[in-house]
């Protein structure tokens, strides 16, 4: 009796297991894909900037030996890096709250459902289909001392006109301009699709309450829509860190290294003057400093948030 007792746990306990491994294995399959392209897009570039981060190079790029955290200590003590990174943060005060405020009012105004606003939503959100190579390019048209069109009006204003990309003293604002233009179309739509997610219950009983459209939005859409602008913060404070492009079409860092941020002098540094072991220190620092400022974000910032 008792050994037909244990055979019939066995069999029962048996098949559990199999069960068990068998979704092991799907599960191992289904994720595969993923964690190859992590592995290969994320994880090796980390491990390799690490490893050459450690490293120093010679002229034709090749690893020579190992020197510890000396390419962070030579970063840390190197003029052009800490200007990289004081311009790298100019750069972000300047576009980032700029973009959110605008993205705001701009969402707020074709959320009041007034006559057009859908030419509005079709007109605020076309920077979005244009890619930053392209829009540097309509932006260096624009920024042109001689025959741009900026110039153009402030002449007949009868303004000075300015040296927008030449000028230390306006290169980066320029940048900035354009950043703001490229960015306002993503925010805009990702502001309004929040405002549109609030039930319309809350602004009828807000204006049989008597609240005017001022204090409806600070009071109640703001609050209501804080998930949206505390994400929307996040990912554009990311992406003023990672600018490049822009960067690299209208000014080449310049002029006196006035626009020159963190990712242009890693790019100077390790694909042309072949330094990988510091440009690779500059992209961890980097990586740190993008790390910090989220972690202190979430930290602080999302006690402000309102989840439904």
């Given at each position: 009796m008792k050994r037909s007792v244990r055979k019939t746990r066995s069999i029962v306990r048996y098949p559990r297991q199999t069960r068990r491994w068998n979704e092991y294995i799907l599960a191992a399959m289904f994720l595969a894909p993923s964690i190859l392209l992590f592995g290969i897009f994320l994880f090796y570039p980390l491990i390799k900037s690490v490893y050459l981060s450690l490293h120093s190079t010679t002229p034709r790029g090749d690893v020579a030996k190992f020197v510890g955290f000396k390419n962070f200590t030579n970063l840390f003590t190197s003029d052009t890096f800490l200007s990289s990174l004081w311009v790298t943060t100019q750069f972000m005060l300047f576009t980032v709250p700029t973009t959110l405020i605008l993205a705001l009012i701009l969402a707020a105004f074709c959320r009041s459902r007034i006559r057009g606003s859908r030419i509005f939503r079709f007109i605020f959100a076309l920077p979005l289909a244009i890619s930053v190579s392209t829009g540097s390019v309509i932006w260096m048209v624009l920024f042109h001392p001689t025959l741009g069109t900026l110039n153009y009006f402030l002449s007949i204003a009868g303004l000075p006109t300015i040296n927008w990309l030449t000028d230390p003293n306006w290169a980066l604002i320029s940048i900035s301009i354009m950043t703001?233009?490229?960015?306002?179309?993503?925010?805009?739509?990702?502001?309004?699709?929040?405002?549109?997610?609030?039930?319309?219950?809350?602004?009828?009983?807000?204006?049989?309450?008597?609240?005017?459209?001022?204090?409806?939005?600070?009071?109640?859409?703001?609050?209501?829509?804080?998930?949206?602008?505390?994400?929307?913060?996040v990912t554009s404070m990311?992406?003023?860190?990672?600018?490049?492009?822009?960067?690299?079409?209208?000014?080449?860092?310049?002029?006196?290294?006035?626009?020159?941020?963190?990712?242009?002098?890693?790019?100077?540094?390790?694909?042309?003057?072949?330094?990988?072991?510091?440009?690779?220190?500059?992209?961890l620092v980097l990586f740190a400093m993008i790390l910090i400022l989220t972690l202190i974000q979430f930290k602080f910032g999302e006690k402000k948030v309102h989840y439904q």
């Amino acid at each position: 009796m008792k050994r037909s007792v244990r055979k019939t746990r066995s069999i029962v306990r048996y098949p559990r297991q199999t069960r068990r491994w068998n979704e092991y294995i799907l599960a191992a399959m289904f994720l595969a894909p993923s964690i190859l392209l992590f592995g290969i897009f994320l994880f090796y570039p980390l491990i390799k900037s690490v490893y050459l981060s450690l490293h120093s190079t010679t002229p034709r790029g090749d690893v020579a030996k190992f020197v510890g955290f000396k390419n962070f200590t030579n970063l840390f003590t190197s003029d052009t890096f800490l200007s990289s990174l004081w311009v790298t943060t100019q750069f972000m005060l300047f576009t980032v709250p700029t973009t959110l405020i605008l993205a705001l009012i701009l969402a707020a105004f074709c959320r009041s459902r007034i006559r057009g606003s859908r030419i509005f939503r079709f007109i605020f959100a076309l920077p979005l289909a244009i890619s930053v190579s392209t829009g540097s390019v309509i932006w260096m048209v624009l920024f042109h001392p001689t025959l741009g069109t900026l110039n153009y009006f402030l002449s007949i204003a009868g303004l000075p006109t300015i040296n927008w990309l030449t000028d230390p003293n306006w290169a980066l604002i320029s940048i900035s301009i354009m950043t703001i233009w490229m960015n306002l179309g993503f925010l805009f739509i990702l502001l309004l699709g929040g405002m549109e997610g609030v039930p319309e219950d809350i602004y009828e009983s807000a204006r049989m309450d008597g609240a005017n459209p001022t204090r409806t939005f600070v009071q109640l859409t703001l609050p209501l829509i804080s998930p949206t602008i505390f994400f929307a913060s996040v990912t554009s404070m990311i992406g003023s860190f990672q600018a490049f492009g822009q960067i690299n079409i209208l000014t080449k860092g310049g002029p006196m290294n006035s626009t020159n941020v963190i990712v242009y002098n890693l790019y100077q540094d390790a694909f042309m003057n072949f330094r990988f072991g510091t440009g690779s220190a500059q992209a961890l620092v980097l990586f740190a400093m993008i790390l910090i400022l989220t972690l202190i974000q979430f930290k602080f910032g999302e006690k402000k948030v309102h989840y439904q």
